[in-house]
């Protein structure tokens, strides 16, 4: 004897209640997730940076550096070259290392000038790196990049 079972409005209110919450919690973790990883702002006031965007970007162009990321052997190697292809020394280099989705990973390399390039001691596990570097040429231009390294070791 077979029992047939009906569907009452109680039954739908449970599905859709069931629904809603199971789309509710997924979008509570994942809003979480993202505020847990989010490693900070890049600049305190937007608009304030963006009035000297444009002469900050002309001067570092001038400079015509390009910049080049490798880890090898245990070994993080930034090199910076000018137009002619040729390494640069800057006049001060500040670099942090980290992940581009959380600060856990962040450390400041201790660069050191070997001639070509600069190069610092660095275990790094495989995946994507930032190195956000602020250097000031020799003539006290500054400049600004975030130099993408892709580790698969």
């Known amino acids: 004897m077979t029992h047939e079972r009906k569907l009452t409005g109680w039954h739908a209110l449970a599905i859709f209640g069931g629904a809603f919450a199971v789309i509710i919690s997924v979008n509570l973790v994942l809003a979480y997730s993202a505020i847990s990883t989010f490693p900070g702002l890049e600049v305190k006031n937007?608009?304030?940076a963006s009035q000297s965007f444009d002469s900050r970007r002309d001067a570092q162009e001038?400079?015509?550096w390009s910049v080049d990321a490798r880890a090898t052997g245990g070994l993080l190697i930034l090199s910076i070259t000018?137009?002619?292809g040729r390494p640069v020394q800057a006049g001060?280099?500040?670099a942090?290392?980290?992940r581009a989705t959380h600060v856990r990973d962040d450390r400041?390399?201790?660069f050191a000038?070997?001639?070509r390039a600069y190069v610092a001691r660095e275990s790094l596990r495989p995946g994507n790196w930032n190195i956000r570097m602020k250097a000031t040429a020799l003539d006290g231009t500054p400049f600004?990049?975030?130099v993408v390294l892709h580790v698969t070791e």
């Open 46 to 48: 937007s608009y304030v």
């Open 62 to 64: 001038t400079l015509g």
């Open 82 to 84: 000018d137009a002619d």
């Open 92 to 94: 001060t280099l500040d």
């Open 96 to 98: 942090v290392l980290g």
């Open 108 to 110: 400041t390399p201790d």
């Open 113 to 115: 000038f070997d001639g």
């Open 144 to 146: 600004e990049q975030r």
